[in-house]
């Protein structure tokens, strides 16, 4: 699975009730392809290219990312390290867990 099917298939993964009254929006920038996840009052769409005002914005390389999802490299350390770029961390960690990225 490639990083851009990962993140088209976050809506079928992401709990609902976990979701409920947020709203944000994620711009991904993995290896120059870009997605946007857009979550809103519990349901998440996902569209190919930047959409909207992001309040996160992810750049990695496929492999980095696809590892981090995996588990097959600590996301602390990709982080530190560069091999992922993360402009609002704690946006993220709002919902890695609901998203299946952690």
């Known amino acids: 699975m490639t990083a851009k099917e990962f993140l088209l298939s976050i809506p079928e993964k992401a709990k609902g009730e976990s979701l409920e009254g947020m709203d944000t929006v994620f711009h ?9 996840v857009k979550v809103e009052d519990g349901k998440v769409n ?21 590892g981090v999802v995996n588990g097959d490299i600590n996301p602390t350390m990709a982080v530190l390290t560069g091999k992922i770029k993360i402009n609002n961390p704690t946006e993220l960690i709002k919902y890695a867990k609901s998203f299946g990225i952690m």
């Open 28 to 36: 991904f920038d993995i290896d120059g392809e870009e997605v946007s």
């Open 46 to 66: 996902v569209l190919e290219g930047l959409d909207g005002d992001p309040k996160c914005v992810i750049k990695s390389t496929n492999d980095n990312f696809m």
